[in-house]
């Protein structure tokens, strides 16, 4: 759907918002269940995996087997 610029750039940034988000998220569920709030940190994950599962299953679009432009 996107030119191979825009693609390979929005999975540098994805990246390394997963690194960053690796590096908070021990810090935060330890502090919640430090706090002895351990139900609230499931949740917070649950509502995470949740809102990610969504976003995959309501992309519009499919490119499997598609040819993608290499060009803007």
């Known amino acids: 759907v996107y030119p191979t610029e825009i693609r390979t750039s929005a ?4 990246s390394a918002i997963g690194k960053i988000g690796g590096m908070v998220c021990p810090l935060v569920a330890v502090g919640l269940v430090d706090a002895c709030q351990q139900t609230y940190a499931l ?20 490119t499997n087997g598609m040819n993608l432009s290499e060009t803007l």
């Open 11 to 14: 999975v540098g940034i994805a």
């Open 43 to 62: 949740i917070m994950f649950q509502v995470i995996i949740l809102v990610s599962a969504l976003s995959v299953w309501f992309s519009p679009f499919e």
